[in-house]
């Protein structure tokens, strides 16, 4: 631009004003022409990791996995004055390269195997309005299709999971031939050393061979082997979680049930680029058939009569009928259903409430010790203890009982006052 600009006839000054460089610098461009300009090398730096640098070499070399922070102290020893990050930089490029390699995806056969897991989520409900509860949603993937089930739950116990299981598995119509779990305790206790071999929870493995699937557990700290469930749990959260509000629990199950059918299972997946449901229709004939009678094991507990005439199971209350005598009755938990037995026979059955804190009463459990007296004809009866009739009066009976001793405290003050 310089030798363009003095070929048209402008000045030096020009030139510098209108490019922005000193005259000097355009004198010499004029006088070399097109000449290159020439720079003599840089002198080479001086480091003060230099004079250490072979020791560092032979170290690595012989210890490869000796940390910069060692090398730190033993060359400070020696006499070393420079910092740590230009260290770590030097043994970064000195150490050998570790041979990782990238994970290998498994892609599984037409009703080969499911994969199971729970994730939490923070909620609250419209209907408690600041109230935030924790909630647990268990899914269950098809690895083949990548077809997905979910529900939420309020827990991750046993029943709950044996509960799932059989509500998935009639979701899709039959059982894969192998169910994926990650360590989670209701599935897997743990590991046996001495046998290496799995520890499955006893009740999973009658579940397991009712419905004719084999339980497998990912290796430890390996959750990426169960890649096909642990991204659908992002992908609910982010589409079907935020921005949503549920009434309770079941609006919210009733929302993620109509959200799996027109969504999740409608789309078309990244993976296998097909649709979730059509390619579910191809795989469903490769599953097991379901068990002809459901699946009735039981967990057996103890659980005391409260005063009132309930017991306890799962943070909810069941009744008990009148004449009940045991105070401490043995109590079957299947995954639908709760029995109560006093010495061996069974007094009530109860289906399994699916939420906390709340009773199922059975008709008939309450019976008027004296249904022909004058007060249980017009009020009726409930119970304090079993056995235990307590009148229910209406509030007008209350009102005029306070009247009568309001009159009569009002009289006795009158009274005394006269006296004095």
């Given at each position: 631009?310089?030798?363009?600009?003095?070929?048209?006839?402008?000045?030096?000054?020009?030139?510098?004003?209108?490019?922005?460089?000193?005259?000097?610098?355009?004198?010499?461009?004029?006088?070399?022409?097109?000449?290159?300009?020439?720079?003599?090398?840089?002198?080479?730096?001086?480091?003060?990791?230099?004079?250490?640098?072979?020791?560092?070499?032979?170290?690595?070399?012989?210890?490869?996995?000796?940390?910069?922070?060692?090398?730190?102290?033993?060359?400070?020893?020696?006499?070393?004055?420079?910092?740590?990050?230009?260290?770590?930089?030097?043994?970064?490029?000195?150490?050998?390269?570790?041979?990782?390699?990238?994970?290998?995806?498994?892609?599984?056969?037409?009703?080969?195997?499911?994969?199971?897991?729970?994730?939490?989520?923070?909620?609250?409900?419209?209907?408690?309005?600041?109230?935030?509860?924790?909630?647990?949603?268990?899914?269950?993937?098809?690895?083949?299709?990548?077809?997905?089930?979910?529900?939420?739950?309020?827990?991750?116990?046993?029943?709950?999971?044996?509960?799932?299981?059989?509500?998935?598995?009639?979701?899709?119509?039959?059982?894969?031939?192998?169910?994926?779990?990650?360590?989670?305790?209701?599935?897997?206790?743990?590991?046996?050393?001495?046998?290496?071999?799995?520890?499955?929870?006893?009740?999973?493995?009658?579940?397991?061979?009712?419905?004719?699937?084999?339980?497998?557990?990912?290796?430890?700290?390996?959750?990426?082997?169960?890649?096909?469930?642990?991204?659908?749990?992002?992908?609910?959260?982010?589409?079907?979680?935020?921005?949503?509000?549920?009434?309770?629990?079941?609006?919210?199950?009733?929302?993620?049930?109509?959200?799996?059918?027109?969504?999740?299972?409608?789309?078309?997946?990244?993976?296998?680029?097909?649709?979730?449901?059509?390619?579910?229709?191809?795989?469903?004939?490769?599953?097991?058939?379901?068990?002809?009678?459901?699946?009735?094991?039981?967990?057996?507990?103890?659980?005391?009569?409260?005063?009132?005439?309930?017991?306890?199971?799962g943070s909810n209350l069941y009744s008990v009928p009148d004449g009940t005598r045991k105070r401490v009755l043995e109590v079957e938990m299947t995954p639908t259903e709760v029995r109560i037995h006093e010495a061996g026979s069974m007094i009530a059955v109860?289906?399994?409430?699916?939420?906390?804190?709340?009773?199922?009463?059975?008709?008939?459990?309450?019976?008027?010790?004296?249904?022909?007296?004058a007060a249980n004809a017009l009020t009726g009866t409930i119970l304090g203890r079993p056995g235990h009739a307590v009148a229910r009066r209406s509030l007008s009976v209350y009102d005029a009982v306070a009247r009568q001793l309001a009159r009569q405290v009002g009289s006795s003050a009158v009274d005394q006052g006269a006296a004095q």
């Amino acid at each position: 631009m310089i030798l363009e600009l003095h070929r048209e006839g402008l000045s030096i000054s020009a030139i510098a004003e209108q490019t922005g460089k000193d005259r000097k610098t355009i004198r010499k461009y004029i006088r070399n022409g097109m000449v290159a300009p020439s720079y003599t090398p840089r002198p080479p730096e001086v480091r003060l990791i230099d004079p250490y640098m072979d020791y560092i070499s032979q170290r690595i070399e012989a210890y490869p996995g000796l940390s910069a922070s060692r090398l730190m102290r033993e060359i400070r020893a020696m006499g070393y004055q420079g910092g740590r990050t230009v260290l770590a930089g030097m043994v970064s490029e000195l150490r050998p390269v570790r041979q990782t390699g990238f994970e290998v995806r498994y892609e599984t056969a037409a009703g080969k195997q499911a994969q199971v897991d729970f994730a939490h989520f923070k909620v609250m409900f419209t209907e408690e309005p600041g109230v935030t509860r924790t909630v647990w949603l268990f899914a269950m993937v098809l690895g083949h299709s990548r077809y997905l089930w979910a529900q939420f739950v309020l827990r991750q116990d046993l029943p709950t999971v044996l509960r799932c299981h059989m509500a998935a598995f009639e979701h899709f119509g039959g059982v894969p031939q192998q169910v994926l779990y990650d360590r989670m305790k209701t599935a897997v206790l743990g590991e046996d050393q001495a046998e290496q071999h799995i520890v499955y929870n006893a009740k999973l493995l009658s579940l397991a061979k009712h419905y004719d699937f084999s339980p497998r557990a990912c290796k430890a700290y390996r959750a990426q082997t169960k890649g096909n469930i642990e991204r659908p749990y992002r992908y609910i959260r982010q589409a079907f979680f935020l921005c949503r509000e549920f009434a309770h629990l079941d609006d919210m199950n009733s929302q993620l049930a109509d959200w799996l059918a027109t969504v999740a299972n409608a789309r078309t997946h990244g993976t296998t680029n097909r649709v979730v449901a059509d390619h579910f229709a191809e795989e469903r004939p490769a599953l097991g058939e379901l068990p002809a009678i459901p699946f009735g094991d039981a967990i057996r507990i103890e659980r005391r009569i409260s005063h009132d005439g309930f017991v306890s199971v799962g943070s909810n209350l069941y009744s008990v009928p009148d004449g009940t005598r045991k105070r401490v009755l043995e109590v079957e938990m299947t995954p639908t259903e709760v029995r109560i037995h006093e010495a061996g026979s069974m007094i009530a059955v109860h289906q399994v409430l699916q939420g906390r804190r709340q009773r199922s009463f059975l008709p008939g459990h309450r019976v008027a010790r004296n249904p022909g007296s004058a007060a249980n004809a017009l009020t009726g009866t409930i119970l304090g203890r079993p056995g235990h009739a307590v009148a229910r009066r209406s509030l007008s009976v209350y009102d005029a009982v306070a009247r009568q001793l309001a009159r009569q405290v009002g009289s006795s003050a009158v009274d005394q006052g006269a006296a004095q």
